[in-house]
Each structure stands twice: as C-alpha cells, then as structure tokens.
C-alpha cells in the first residue's frame, strides 16, 4: 500500500496505480473516475499523467473540460 508522505501515520486510505494496461495500450484514472488514453507506451502515458497533475495544481487546465474530451457517453 502507497501513502503520500504526508500521510504517514494518519488513517489508513488504500490508493490504487493510476497508470494501467489494456490490450497493450496504456491509461491513466483520475480521481474524477475518467480513463484518459490511449497512450502507446507506459513512459508516454507516466509523462501525460504528470503535465496533468501539475498543470491541474498550477490551475493553468479546465479540468473538466480536459476530462470532457475522455467521458463516455
């Protein structure tokens, strides 16, 4: 089980990989519940999830209309 590490010794909340493999192409989740792929390789999809973070933290993304792109009807 992974903690953030401001979360060492607070309760215990379980946190899944967020990067994954479906047919040989990668997605990541977000804590929205939206699946953002397909990327073909793992380093490509590690380094999407990244610029996401970030640039969701930064405030310089909509996060809704970024993750608009990516939800199913």
Not at 29 to 45: L, N, Q
Not at 55 to 63: L, M, P, T
Request: contains cysteine; negative net charge.
């Amino acid at each position: 089980m992974n903690h953030r590490n401001q979360e060492e010794g607070s309760p215990c909340y379980f946190r899944s990989e967020r990067v994954y493999n479906v047919n040989n192409l990668w997605f990541f989740s977000t804590r929205e519940g939206v699946d953002i792929g397909p990327f073909d390789t793992k380093e490509d999809v590690q380094g999407e999830l990244m610029l996401f973070i970030r640039h969701a933290s930064e405030g310089s993304i909509k996060v809704d209309a970024y993750l608009s792109k990516y939800k199913t009807q």
